[in-house]
């Protein structure tokens, strides 16, 4: 009889969320994350999980981000048949995601190809469109709330998260017939000052807590700031400086956020006559989903929905589907505010428009989101004169700035308050994952200070005994 988890990825790293449950030689992996960033590194560790993936009974997944989810197709691929236990949102979210996914590898695999020397071998895809489907046909949607089990003696609730549409943190009740563990894995915790989502729903008692550390560092600026921000790069850029205000956004979450507020500022006669574009074909396709799914939203924004039918839209926007189109605005010298993916600026349209955009000085690049250690976008952020885009070098000369309220990560603060759930004293055990190394110790330090006695920062491939 034996209860034991394994971190797989996401430990002393932000990427690549992946943990190994195994109870009574039964096994259920938490998320099946991508790495990202980090070159040949990443690459290897997704190719290798570090398990057998035939003998994972089941997966979990906490919300639909590529960092979570990116390869379950892989794993499909590689002989995974159970099923994988999701909220119907995060479903939805992922059959966009993981097939934008698996179309960004195969296109960065023929330009690899095209441009290898004479004998070089470029490896494959870590999985193809085609391996999409039938990974999506083992997912089991489970609403909020409602209890399922997972494999003989592990129960699962999820309970909502607030960080993406659809993102849950994952309850479970193991029982190897010999005791009964409550397991909590936070998955990434959202604000409680979102936009557009609920505050995360305060989580049932645990006795094992797994939590994220993303924002364990740091606190994020208040609500009421945010509008007034982004309406003053837009100003500062767009008005003063004529010119393009380029903001690198996730396609699922951010992106939709950064219009609803655009959105309200055009209502209020606020927004300065100039085009947005939405350009990334998966944010349009995930504005969909957003709009299909208005069940989730807060109450407040439900409201507003009774005056504003579309909350995502409004006068001078543009949602570029093709690419002929994407590529003018490359070109395009007036002023407008392109809204582009992904949000780490490692892939997609917003390489272009970097390559376009960064050597004017009348242009912004306005960070929205968290970008890891190794990306383009935490090059940019960390003051580079020149980056590498497609192999060439550029020089940054367009101004560089931040707004954290974006963040779809709890901070310091809230992660705190959403462990208020807890009763440290029947807490036998805090993992802290998903952080960089600063990030996890201040946090350690913090939940500490909170009575948390037993707390501990895994490696990459530590396992322990529950
Ligand atoms: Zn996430």
């Given at each position: 009889m034996s209860i034991r988890i394994t971190f797989h990825g996401a430990a002393r790293m932000v990427t690549g969320s992946k943990h190994l449950l195994e109870v009574n030689g039964l096994r259920v992996?938490?998320?099946?994350?991508?790495?990202?960033?980090?070159?040949?590194?990443?690459?290897?560790?997704?190719?290798?999980?570090?398990?057998?993936?035939?003998?994972?009974?089941?997966?979990?997944?906490?919300?639909?981000?590529?960092?979570?989810s990116g390869l379950l197709p892989r794993l499909v691929k590689e002989g995974f048949s159970g099923p994988i236990f999701a909220t119907p949102a995060t479903r939805d979210l992922c059959a966009i995601m993981l097939e934008d996914s698996a179309g960004i590898q195969e296109s960065d695999h023929e330009r690899e190809v095209r441009h290898a020397r004479d004998g070089q071998r470029v490896p494959p895809p870590l999985y193809t469109v085609k391996d999409v489907w039938p990974a999506m046909q083992q997912f089991v949607t489970v609403p909020y709330g409602e209890e399922r089990e997972v494999v003989p003696g592990v129960r699962l609730t999820f309970t909502d998260a607030g960080h993406i549409l659809g993102s849950a943190v994952v309850n479970l009740v193991v029982n190897d017939g010999t005791q009964e563990r409550r397991i909590l894995f936070s998955g990434d915790v959202g604000r409680y000052v979102d936009r557009l989502l609920p505050e995360p729903a305060p989580p049932p008692q645990a006795d094992i807590v797994i939590c994220e550390s993303t924002y364990g560092d740091r606190d994020h600026a208040s609500i009421a700031e945010a509008v007034s921000e982004l309406k003053r790069h837009v100003e500062h850029t767009c008005v003063e400086k004529k010119g393009k205000l380029i903001i690198p956004a996730f396609s699922v979450g951010k992106t939709q956020e950064v219009l609803y507020t655009l959105n309200e500022l055009s209502n209020a006669g606020e927004l300065p006559r100039i085009p947005v574009f939405v350009d990334s074909p998966l944010a349009i396709d995930a504005t969909k989903v957003v709009r299909d799914h208005t069940e989730l939203f807060r109450k407040e924004v439900r409201e507003k929905l009774q005056e504003d039918p579309d909350l995502f839209s409004f006068r001078g926007v543009e949602f570029v589907q093709n690419s002929e189109r994407s590529k003018q605005l490359n070109g395009r010298q007036q002023p407008c505010i392109i809204i582009s993916a992904s949000g780490m600026m490692e892939a997609g349209r917003i390489r272009h428009h970097l390559r376009h955009s960064l050597g004017n000085e009348r242009n912004t690049v306005l960070a929205v989101g968290f970008c890891a250690p190794g990306t383009l976008g935490a090059e940019i952020l960390s003051g580079?004169?020149?980056?590498?885009?497609?192999?060439?070098?550029?020089?940054?000369?367009?101004?560089?700035?931040?707004?954290?309220?974006?963040?779809?990560?709890?901070?310091?603060?809230?992660?705190?308050?959403?462990?208020?759930?807890?009763?440290?004293?029947?807490?036998?055990?805090?993992?802290?994952?998903?952080?960089?190394?600063?990030?996890?110790?201040?946090?350690?330090?913090?939940?500490?200070?909170?009575?948390?006695?037993?707390?501990?920062?895994?490696a990459q491939g530590q396992g322990f005994d529950l």
């Amino acid at each position: 009889m034996s209860i034991r988890i394994t971190f797989h990825g996401a430990a002393r790293m932000v990427t690549g969320s992946k943990h190994l449950l195994e109870v009574n030689g039964l096994r259920v992996l938490l998320d099946c994350g991508m790495f990202q960033g980090e070159g040949k590194e990443s690459d290897a560790k997704n190719r290798h999980f570090g398990f057998d993936p035939m003998a994972v009974d089941a997966v979990v997944l906490s919300h639909a981000h590529i960092d979570h989810s990116g390869l379950l197709p892989r794993l499909v691929k590689e002989g995974f048949s159970g099923p994988i236990f999701a909220t119907p949102a995060t479903r939805d979210l992922c059959a966009i995601m993981l097939e934008d996914s698996a179309g960004i590898q195969e296109s960065d695999h023929e330009r690899e190809v095209r441009h290898a020397r004479d004998g070089q071998r470029v490896p494959p895809p870590l999985y193809t469109v085609k391996d999409v489907w039938p990974a999506m046909q083992q997912f089991v949607t489970v609403p909020y709330g409602e209890e399922r089990e997972v494999v003989p003696g592990v129960r699962l609730t999820f309970t909502d998260a607030g960080h993406i549409l659809g993102s849950a943190v994952v309850n479970l009740v193991v029982n190897d017939g010999t005791q009964e563990r409550r397991i909590l894995f936070s998955g990434d915790v959202g604000r409680y000052v979102d936009r557009l989502l609920p505050e995360p729903a305060p989580p049932p008692q645990a006795d094992i807590v797994i939590c994220e550390s993303t924002y364990g560092d740091r606190d994020h600026a208040s609500i009421a700031e945010a509008v007034s921000e982004l309406k003053r790069h837009v100003e500062h850029t767009c008005v003063e400086k004529k010119g393009k205000l380029i903001i690198p956004a996730f396609s699922v979450g951010k992106t939709q956020e950064v219009l609803y507020t655009l959105n309200e500022l055009s209502n209020a006669g606020e927004l300065p006559r100039i085009p947005v574009f939405v350009d990334s074909p998966l944010a349009i396709d995930a504005t969909k989903v957003v709009r299909d799914h208005t069940e989730l939203f807060r109450k407040e924004v439900r409201e507003k929905l009774q005056e504003d039918p579309d909350l995502f839209s409004f006068r001078g926007v543009e949602f570029v589907q093709n690419s002929e189109r994407s590529k003018q605005l490359n070109g395009r010298q007036q002023p407008c505010i392109i809204i582009s993916a992904s949000g780490m600026m490692e892939a997609g349209r917003i390489r272009h428009h970097l390559r376009h955009s960064l050597g004017n000085e009348r242009n912004t690049v306005l960070a929205v989101g968290f970008c890891a250690p190794g990306t383009l976008g935490a090059e940019i952020l960390s003051g580079a004169e020149v980056v590498h885009i497609f192999g060439q070098p550029i020089r940054v000369k367009a101004e560089v700035a931040r707004m954290e309220f974006y963040s779809a990560h709890a901070d310091r603060f809230e992660l705190v308050r959403f462990l208020k759930s807890q009763d440290p004293d029947q807490v036998q055990r805090l993992f802290l994952v998903h952080g960089a190394e600063h990030a996890l110790h201040a946090l350690a330090e913090r939940f500490r200070q909170e009575g948390f006695p037993e707390i501990a920062i895994p490696a990459q491939g530590q396992g322990f005994d529950l």
